[in-house]
Nanobody, 126 residues
């Protein structure tokens, strides 16, 4: 069973940092590619980052490279998205999502992720 629960969203000033958490069911954490996808109203969803099952290969969207990192806690089946040097354009609803496969597709796209959490809001003010 796939369960994904996000937390950690907040309002911060530009240049600040946040850490989002995705608590996954054990099956999802051990078996599926898990990613962070963000959505701005009236804009297309975009994949922020993704990690192979069990904390393998990670990948990041070009717009966040060097600012965002992923880490995992194998005991808690939790994946963290550490965000630094946040910009107003990072304002979005951030979703934790999982693929139906055991690897992250090379060309990440939101359509690759059939399982979604409820989302957590990140707001960055200038």
């Amino acid at each position: 069973q796939v369960q994904l629960v996000e937390s950690g969203g907040a309002s911060v000033q530009a240049g600040g940092s946040l850490r989002l958490a995705c608590a996954a069911s054990k099956y999802a954490y051990d078996t599926l590619c898990i990613g962070w996808i963000r959505q701005v109203p009236e804009k297309e969803r975009e994949v922020v980052a993704a990690v192979d099952p069990g904390g393998g290969r990670t990948d990041f969207g070009d717009f966040v490279k060097g600012r965002f990192t992923i880490s995992q806690d194998n005991w808690k089946n939790t994946i963290y998205l550490q965000m630094k040097n946040l910009k107003p354009e990072d304002t979005a609803m951030y979703y934790c999502a999982a693929t139906g496969t055991g690897y992250c597709p090379p060309s990440l796209h939101p359509r690759d992720f059939p399982y979604w959490g409820q989302g957590t809001q990140v707001t960055v003010s200038s």
